[in-house]
């Protein structure tokens, strides 16, 4: 059995006029974590929150009591350098640095926004700094990249550079409202078949229309943004979000 539904709405889709208040509703609603979309405007071609705007939200969600519990603040990392802005969103609140692979195997090791480094940092070193900085630690790969890459992640014997919870992008990382790609869920079956109790989170395009082939995929933790924020009831889609997941177990 994998492990129990987490929805994470994405605040990508909120009124970012009022985003405390959006981050305490959806708490609300039923949400298990807030999935906080974060851009630079390099690694992506589109920009978003600072750790300024993430502790200002988290002063209106409660803080998990345990690790992955209610209230996590999921930070989807699609910057550049993921490294230089760890301790900054540690500070700020964030629980789960999800960085994307894509980013470590490119970046630096500075461990500072101002700093610079010769030498490269790679995903295990990254997932050992996230966990020596006391978070959890994701890893993300975009449609493009093959899932064969994560193998020798996980595998890696030493528990402190093993990844709390894989994301797998269902649309090329950038912008919210995109289609949900299925060609995308091969490679969250091959996760589930080698890894049953990891945590793994799709994210783009997520709806009632697209839930139930990510679940019956093997994926536990969904990212929804529009679905959530756009709809009528929010507390019901993701009442209906979280079934099929559990449906599917």
Known sequence: MSPPAIIAPSILSADFAELG?????????GASWIHVDVMDGHFVPNM???????????????RPKSPQGKGTFDCHMMIAEPKKWVKDFQKAGCDLYCFHYEAAIAS???ENPADRSEQKTNPKEMIRYIHENGMLAGIAI?????VDVLWDILENPAKIEQPNMVLIMTVYPGFGG?????????????LREKYPDLNIEVDGGLAESTIDQAAEAGANVIVAGSAVFGAKDPADVISILKQAVESSR
């Open 178 to 190: 995109q289609k949900f790609m299925a060609s995308e869920l091969p490679k969250v079956k091959a």
């Open 108 to 110: 630096t090791a500075a």
């Open 142 to 146: 975009k449609p493009d990249t093959p």
């Open 21 to 29: 208040a959006a981050c305490s509703d959806v708490m609300k609603w």
């Open 48 to 62: 978003t929150f600072g750790a300024p705007v993430v502790t200002k939200i988290r002063s209106h969600v409660e």
